[in-house]
């Protein structure tokens, strides 16, 4: 079905002629209508979002301009940005934030690239792609559709992800005005025959369909089987009388025949002053672009990409800035066909650093009529040949309303792939703008060029993130599980089982599950005894590792939390960059498994849809440090196997008694709550699963959510009550972080010694059965078969719930002199059934 959405509220965004324009301002649609009888009816926005001109095209006569799209009518670019950051926030409160998470945003080319672009933003948390007309050798489209009324009309759609189109969340298509709905006809028709979703959603400035085109939209919508919804600014239809097109193509006939004369600006076809030697010197400008950041959506755009992006900004922005002519009052940033995103952020931040009027608009491939005259919205036009060799060969391309526009200078961005001679040559585009402007700057943009494509064996899909309430109690913008969901496999076995199984080599840990522990009520009432006593100093470790991860690693970093113990710790690290610097960090979940490493498919899933470098792995402490060693391991045979760079082994935990990494909270060896329940206080989410039967090549390790347990989970009471002391702790937090900043914090690995000197002390010959730490030690405790447990000498609360769990399962504590931890579990060496506890007695809970 069909759902319109056609509110004519202005969302405090100004359109219609250019700022500081008087009351009264002819429409600069008059001189067609006048002319042609075209007429506007519906909003009374219409006439201040639209003018119109005359199309050099086969096809159809009138072009409608837009007023706030910044392509052929200069703009202010925050008035361009605006408009359809704005379209994205209506579609945002339409799916809501669960299905917007699930979404894509598809704009076309060549004129809606950046308006797309600028919906995404609004939109938040979906991923962007635009049509484009640039093939890339060797990368196979995932689609391609044509544009019937286009002057150039092929489409072809080269996300590097190809998962990105294959999901089923709602699909997003934006273009600047819903005329005819051919187009969006034609995109939905092809992407549902490769990828059926339930859902999509129209965003255009205006919607200006006749009712007989809404109407096959509609059949349409229901002959698939989906939902589409409308979001536009404004809506109405266009009156074409009888015999438009013809008229259409007279006038334009006899304005060119007349030329100047009868107002028109055409082409220039006589010798131009530059036309003997070489194009005048335009100043480059060096903006130091991300490297690796696409310059937009041709191969798709992440909200990762966008965050580093906006980081980017100011200080390209500035550079531009210092580059502009003493005294500059009109500048113009003008982009370059597809690319129009790049260049109107480029300009929105020039805007916010300069007192100078700064307008955007960009070139074009589409050829129209230039009128002198008030009540016509394309006024001049600059003629110049295309300069990014083109797939289709050469051909003329223009710039409107630029010349004549009393600029003091212009700054033209384009990508690199067309800083070609052509671009430089006499009658190029740069020479064309230095007749008109005393000043030219060019910015170039590192034109992205995808990866290495998938290897053929291995699928290109990989599923979307689990989030809750499906998976997880958590909710779903806390963390994005890249797991499988095996909630109704079996896979629990009674732990004296799983023990002897895992030390008779007969099985890895990792193949099954433990019998999830239910605390008593004593117990329970030592975890919020513990919680109560311990939230501040848990926050104030959570606010130093996640200022030191700010300032030293990435100020937009993407969490990676390691399932399930560090995911409580990623999530208050997200929370507390939201309460301190108003960042919406996004953060995963991935398994990794002693001995088999980490889950190589959501290395590979992170790597197409954010930069490796952002990523920061979180875990909630050390114990010797065989993760840490296990997760660089990993990365190195990643590397090596996809090829695939940046990711750092260093991994951000809350606590680091072991010494075993550079970013951490603290290394204290201290009773954090989260180490005392299993699933209950980490999103009643298992430990992950790796079983061959189960696990497939092409899939993401296991896990289940255990629902039935709802009742007594306490893990969103954990976050709360940590977060709660975030205000009182901040300043501690940011000074104590500083200090380390500046502090030597090299790894000295003495937990690792301290473990090597205690298994050889107590005969046990394996480090992997001790368990060093609180939050190992517990570990111990609740899913493995203890054997004793060492203790500090003098060891206060902290080891309260570690006693009890010991007396409930006659495990001796024992305690040691010049302990380097607080306590330290030992697993029953050479274990047997009935050797459960130190006297060879069978305990169980």
């Known amino acids: 079905m069909e759902k319109a959405v056609n509110e004519g509220e202005r969302h405090g965004i100004r359109d219609g002629a250019p700022p500081g324009a008087p009351a009264g301002t002819v429409w ?35 072009l409608l301009v837009s007023n706030v799209l910044g392509k052929h009518v200069p703009q202010v670019p925050s008035v361009v940005y605006g408009h359809g950051f704005s379209l994205g926030r209506r579609v945002r409160e339409l799916l809501g934030d669960e299905e917007a998470r699930r979404a894509v945003v598809l704009g076309y080319a060549e004129t809606a690239t950046g308006l797309g672009h600028c919906v995404a933003d609004g939109l938040g948390l979906a991923p962007y792609l635009h049509s484009t007309r640039r093939p890339v050798p060797g990368l196979t489209p995932a689609g391609g559709f044509e544009e019937s009324h286009s002057h150039a009309t092929s489409h072809l759609l080269l996300p590097e992800d190809p998962a990105l189109l294959a999901g089923d969340g709602p699909l997003v298509l934006v273009d600047d005005e819903f005329s005819t709905g051919n187009t969006v006809l034609n995109t939905v028709r092809d992407l549902h025959a490769r990828y059926p979703r339930p859902r999509y959603v129209v965003v255009a400035l205006v919607d200006m369909r006749s009712a007989a085109d809404a109407g096959r939209l509609e059949a349409f919508a229901s002959e698939i089987g989906a939902r589409v919804d ?14 438009v097109l013809e008229k259409g193509q007279e006038l334009v006939a006899r304005y060119d025949a007349e030329g100047a004369s009868a107002g028109a600006a055409p082409a220039p076809t006589g010798p131009h002053p530059h036309a003997s030697g070489t194009a005048p010197h335009a100043t480059r400008v060096d903006l130091h672009w991300p490297a690796g950041l696409p310059d937009g959506g041709r191969h798709g755009f992440t909200p990762a990409h966008r965050a580093r992006l906006e980081a980017a900004l100011p200080a390209m922005a500035a550079r531009i800035a210092e580059a502009l002519p003493h005294g500059a009052r009109r500048v113009h940033v003008l982009g370059f066909e597809e690319l129009m995103y790049a260049p109107l952020r480029l300009a929105e931040a020039l805007e916010r650093i300069t007192h100078a009027e700064v307008r955007y608009s960009t070139t074009t491939r589409s050829p129209v009529l230039a009128v002198d005259d008030p009540g016509y919205a394309i006024r001049t036009r600059l003629a110049f040949p295309a300069h990014d060799d ?24 384009v990508d690199s792939v067309a800083d070609t001679p052509l671009l430089h040559a006499p009658q190029g585009l740069l020479d064309r703008l230095a007749g008109t402007v005393p000043h030219v700057l060019l910015a170039v943009v590192p034109s992205y060029v995808p990866g290495t494509p998938h290897a053929p064996e291995r699928p290109s899909m990989l599923p979307a993130p689990l989030r809750g309430p499906a998976f997880s109690s958590y909710a779903p913008e806390e963390v994005g599980w890249l797991l499988q969901d095996l909630s109704d496999v079996t896979l629990e076995a009674p732990t004296e089982e799983r023990e002897e199984a895992i030390q008779s080599g007969g099985a890895h840990y990792a193949e ?9 009520e004593q117990y329970q009432e030592l975890f919020h005894a513990a919680l109560s006593t311990s939230a501040a100093r848990i926050a104030r470790a959570v606010g130093v590792v996640t200022e030191t991860v700010l300032a030293e690693r990435s100020p937009r970093p993407v969490l990676v939390s390691l399932a399930r113990a560090g995911t409580p710790v990623g999530i208050l690290m997200r929370r507390w960059a939201q309460h301190r610097h108003g960042l919406d960090l996004p953060h995963y979940a991935v398994s990794i498994v002693r001995g088999r490493g980490i889950d190589a498919n959501a290395l590979r899933w992170l790597a197409a849809h954010h930069d490796p470098r952002d990523v920061v792995f979180v875990d909630g402490w050390t114990g010797k440090g065989a993760i840490t060693r296990e997760l660089a391991q990993a990365l190195t045979e990643f590397e090596k196997s996809d ?9 951000a935990v809350l606590a680091d008694p072991g010494s075993c990494v550079r970013t951490y909270g603290t290394r204290e060896d201290f009773l954090i709550p989260s180490a005392c329940l299993n699933s209950t206080v980490s999103g009643l989410i298992s430990r992950t699963v790796l079983r061959a039967d189960l696990v497939g090549p092409h899939d993401f390790h296991g896990a289940k959510f255990y629902r039935e347990l709802a009742a007594t989970d306490v893990s969103v009471a954990f976050l709360d009550a940590v977060s709660a002391r975030f205000p009182e702790v901040a300043d501690a937090a940011c000074a104590q972080a500083k200090e380390l900043l500046a502090a030597d914090r090299t790894p000295t690995w003495e937990g690792w010694a301290a473990v090597e000197r205690i298994s050889e002390e107590y005969g046990i010959h394996d480090v992997n059965l001790v368990k060093p730490g609180v939050g190992e030690t517990t570990r111990v405790m609740l899913r493995r078969v203890p054997w004793k447990v060492l203790a500090r000498a003098g060891a206060g609360s902290d080891l309260d719930h570690v006693r009890l769990l010991a007396e409930q399962r006659g495990v001796p504590v024992e305690e040691v ?29």
Not at 398 to 408: E, K, R, S
Not at 512 to 519: A, G, H, K, R, T
Not at 643 to 651: A, C, D, L
Not at 817 to 843: E, F, Q, R, S
């Open 28 to 62: 600069t649609g008059r001189w067609v209508a006048e002319r042609l009888g075209v007429g506007l009816a519906g909003d009374e926005r219409l006439t201040g979002l639209l003018g119109m001109a005359l199309r050099r095209n086969p096809k159809r006569a009138h």
């Open 230 to 243: 409308l979001v536009a600014a404004a809506s109405g239809t266009v009156r074409l009388p009888a015999g």
């Open 390 to 413: 083109p797939a289709d060969g050469p051909g003329e391309r223009y710039a409107y309303n630029v010349d004549g526009a009393g600029l003091d200078a212009v700054v033209a961005v």
């Open 512 to 520: 099954s599950l433990p019998v999830e522990y239910q605390p008593s």
């Open 643 to 651: 090829g695939v760079t940046g990711f750092s082994p260093e991994i």
């Open 817 to 845: 002199d010049a302990l380097p931890y607080t306590c330290v579990g030992l697993i029953h060496p050479k274990y047997t059934k009935g050797a459960t506890g130190a006297d060879g007695k069978a305990v169980t809970l």
